[in-house]
């Protein structure tokens, strides 16, 4: 069986440190690929720690790959040796019911359901485990391929942040004529903000502080607030057909939603660890939506990477080595990165 170094975790409590795991010979339908740059993402971070539930240990977080086709199965017909690949959030689903077939995979509610990328059970009874390894075998069915225009480093945030701001950027219409407001700067507002503009939209940034200002126009970005600025939400009061929200620490959803037009929609993304409080009348009163999305299915992933590929947008990485995961999960935490950590897996082996 193909040996992976990876990165692993022992517990909520615990560091990261090297080690040792096995991965599947590729079946008839499956490919083998080495895994060449995987992306951090806030929920690592919350599974790892055990803030969203028990978790599975020793665990081996990632679910942002980005590699290099190295082996495929008989029957693959998709993908060649050396072709380039992602994986995101998931690695199979049952593809047989209501949600699978309508494209929805990552809703799966068929024998088994999804099986996300780690901290799940495989259809071969063992554990998954992530990214934060050298390789991983997975069906074909759920890999995309990488377009030539977007760099493998680049790629990697692509395949949970990336889809997780441009489904509900298309499902709600995002484009010309709508003012659409992303909610925080970091690993996935940066995308949002991109994508937003590329699709034509008007957008604004709503920041704790102005300390990514320049960087939120740089991407796209024609206004910009900071919540620290008293007033600043009262004052757009009204203002936006879409507002979408990535953080993940606490916020006032009330004040979010008065920012709405009427038949605005306020959807998160940043999944808060704690419950929140909404006063429905902010909703009754204009017709609101509030909402909530989560990443996309493989054909929008794929469409998604092919929207990056012809707007030249790429996800913004500080690439790290195996032994600075640690030190990267505290900075995420602090909001110390611009704008995703990326771990470089050739530096495993040392």
């Not at 699978?100 to 485990?129: H, I, K, M, S």
């Not at 903000?193 to 699709?199: P, R």
């Not at 008065?258 to 929609?265: F, H």
């Amino acid at each position: 069986m193909p040996e992976a170094i990876a990165y692993a975790i022992d517990g909520p409590t615990g560091r990261f440190s090297r080690t040792t795991i096995q991965r599947r010979e590729p079946g008839p339908t499956e490919v083998l690929f080495d895994v060449v740059y995987a992306g951090i993402c806030h929920s690592d971070i919350h599974t790892a720690r055990g803030e969203w539930g028990p978790a599975t240990y020793p665990l081996v977080p990632g679910h942002e790959l980005a590699g290099v086709v190295r082996e495929v199965g008989t029957q693959v017909t998709r993908f060649a040796v050396g072709d380039r690949v992602g994986v995101g959030c998931f690695v199979d689903s049952c593809g047989e019911c209501e949600q699978c077939r309508a494209g929805l995979e990552q809703f799966c509610d068929g024998p088994g359901g999804t099986v996300w990328t780690y901290n799940a059970t495989g259809r071969d009874g063992l554990p998954t485990a992530g990214g934060y390894s050298t390789c991983i075998t997975v069906e074909q069915d759920y890999l995309c391929r990488i377009p030539d225009g977007i760099e493998l480093v680049n790629a990697a945030p692509l395949l949970c942040a990336g889809i997780t701001l441009y489904s509900p950027l298309k499902r709600w219409g995002a484009g010309p004529g709508t003012r659409v407001a992303i909610v925080g700067m970091g690993g996935l507002g940066h995308m949002g903000v991109q994508i937003a503009a590329a699709m034509g939209a008007e957008v604004a940034v709503i920041s704790q502080t102005r300390s990514k200002e320049a960087d939120g126009r740089r991407f796209g970005a024609s206004e910009y607030y900071a919540v620290s600025e008293p007033g600043t939400l009262r004052g757009l009061r009204g203002s936006f057909d879409l507002v979408i929200s990535t953080v993940s620490g606490d916020q006032d959803l009330n004040a979010l939603v008065r920012t709405l037009k009427v038949g605005g929609a306020l959807v998160d993304v940043g999944l808060p660890e704690h419950p929140v409080t909404l006063n429905l009348s902010g909703l009754t009163a204009g017709n609101r939506i509030l909402a909530g999305s989560q990443i996309g299915g493989i054909a929008e992933t794929q469409e998604m990477l092919e929207f990056c590929a012809e707007h030249g947008l790429a996800a913004q990485v500080e690439v790290i080595g195996g032994e600075d995961i640690n030190d990267a999960y505290g900075r995420v935490v602090a909001s110390d990165v611009r704008y995703r950590f990326v771990i470089d897996t050739s530096t495993f082996a040392g």
